[in-house]
């Protein structure tokens, strides 16, 4: 959300972060509602002036015996009263459109995120490791005869619909297996704290994070008005909601494990083979709190706890600077971590990992008092794949598979496994 003082002072500079990422001019439209909003409290705080100064003549009238000018003081103080109340609630309407306004605006980017329309000015910071050269052609992860008994899409259409699966054997084990080894990394060797949280969220959390009110059709609510997390970021950023912490308190830094949900509204035909997109999935998320001067200093680091997952798998990945019209809805600046699949021949999402400044924050009220003393201030808070399990599983079976359809595992998964290393071609493992 943004800070309607920076607006005031700047409206250029405020439509000129809009148009940055393909949005109309909005700083006209802001400061109207915002001066009439201010004009109605400037006026009601006039007009209770008014009925407190009839209020203390009222007194003196009666003492006076003066009952007509009694009798008209206390009309007035009725009128100024009931216009006081008009007044009052029009400034709260107006306060409301203003506030909502600024709820569906998204946050202004970095000077130094490029410019693009889309996925295709994306700029590669750089990459990692070399996509293996095969023998054979390389097939997509449910083609494999070894993945094939433990990746059921038909029974998981049958309880469910599109865009499900059911994983049993030796496939649900690597694939639990990958989530245990991201978060035993995080905690022991990146410093992350492990977390546990519900998935089921209240609306203003939600609304504390940016998934509302603009993008409600992406996510599931149910009838009695929770909303299903479509990331951990949620819950988890949401730590602070509401709260003023000491600067000492800072950096949190969070990682959890969890099942998220999305409705993939807008994605009709897109990846529609497979487990890359799913209305139900699981990641392993990392969120953030820091102070506003380490903020991009703790980006750079969550990337690279990200990168570091891949790497240990051994997987080959590239890392590229989302331009101006590819970034998410409350991120000033994003990394994309994209991992090789040979199936594919391709590179694909794996992991985002954004700054969102205090954008987040003002949503949430959520500040940090400084321990330096002055009023307290907000804080900044990141958020980051760490990584999305299941296309780590498509990553590992695509990059380890052998001609016969079994799968050469990473090692760093054996000790995860019971010390096996192979998805063997019967889909057991060895």
């Not at 890359?276 to 001067?293: A, C, D, G």
């Not at 000790?415 to 096996?420: A, C, V």
Request: proline fraction near 5%; glycine fraction near 8%.
């Amino acid at each position: 959300m943004h800070d309607i003082r920076a607006i005031r002072e700047n409206p250029g500079a405020f439509d000129a972060a809009l148009a940055r990422r393909n949005a109309a001019p909005m700083s006209s439209e802001i400061l109207a509602l915002d001066e009439a909003r201010r004009a109605k409290i400037q006026a009601a705080e006039t007009a209770q002036s008014d009925q407190k100064k009839a209020a203390k003549e009222v007194g003196a009238a009666k003492a006076k015996g003066d009952e007509t000018e009694f009798e008209r003081l206390r009309a007035l103080v009725g009128d100024k009263k009931s216009e006081v109340a008009a007044m009052q609630a029009e400034a709260k309407e107006l306060d409301q459109q203003l506030n909502d306004l600024l709820m569906t605006l998204p946050n202004a980017p970095l000077e130094d995120v490029p410019e693009g329309a889309d996925e295709n000015d994306n700029v590669e910071i750089r990459h990692w490791g070399t996509p293996r050269e095969f023998t054979f052609q390389p097939v997509e992860h449910f083609d494999l005869a070894g993945v094939k008994p433990g990746m059921d899409f038909e029974t998981a259409a049958k309880l469910s619909g599109s865009r499900f699966v059911v994983l049993s054997g030796a496939v649900a084990r690597i694939h639990r297996a990958l989530a245990q080894f991201m978060l035993n990394t995080h905690v022991d060797e990146n410093g992350l704290t492990e977390t546990w949280t519900p998935v089921l969220v209240r609306e203003d959390m939600m609304l504390g994070t940016g998934q509302l009110p603009k993008f409600g059709e992406d996510s599931y609510q149910t009838t009695n008005g929770w909303w299903l997390v479509p990331t951990a970021e949620v819950p988890l950023t949401n730590i602070v909601n509401g709260e003023t912490v000491e600067e000492s308190y800072l950096p949190r830094r969070y990682v959890a494990h969890t099942q998220c949900f999305r409705s993939e509204a807008g994605s009709a035909g897109r990846d529609t083979a497979g487990m890359l997109r799913q209305h139900q999935f699981e990641k392993v998320e990392m969120v953030s709190i820091t102070h506003p001067e380490k903020s991009l200093e703790e980006h750079d680091r969550m990337t690279r706890c990200a990168e570091g997952i891949l790497e240990k798998l051994g997987l080959p990945y590239r890392t590229v600077v989302l331009c101006t019209g590819d970034m998410g809805f409350g991120a000033q600046k994003t990394h994309d971590i994209e991992v090789w699949l040979p199936g594919q021949n391709m590179y694909r999402e794996i992991s985002s990992v954004s700054v969102c400044g205090d954008f987040q924050a003002r949503r949430m009220n959520a500040r940090f008092k400084p321990e330096s003393g002055g009023k307290p201030e907000f804080v900044h808070t990141l958020n980051g794949s760490g990584l999305a399990v299941g296309r780590a599983l498509i990553a590992v079976l695509e990059n380890g598979q052998q001609e016969d359809g079994s799968v050469a595992l990473p090692q760093a998964l054996h000790p995860y496994l019971g010390g096996k290393t192979i998805l063997g071609a019967d889909g057991k493992l060895i």
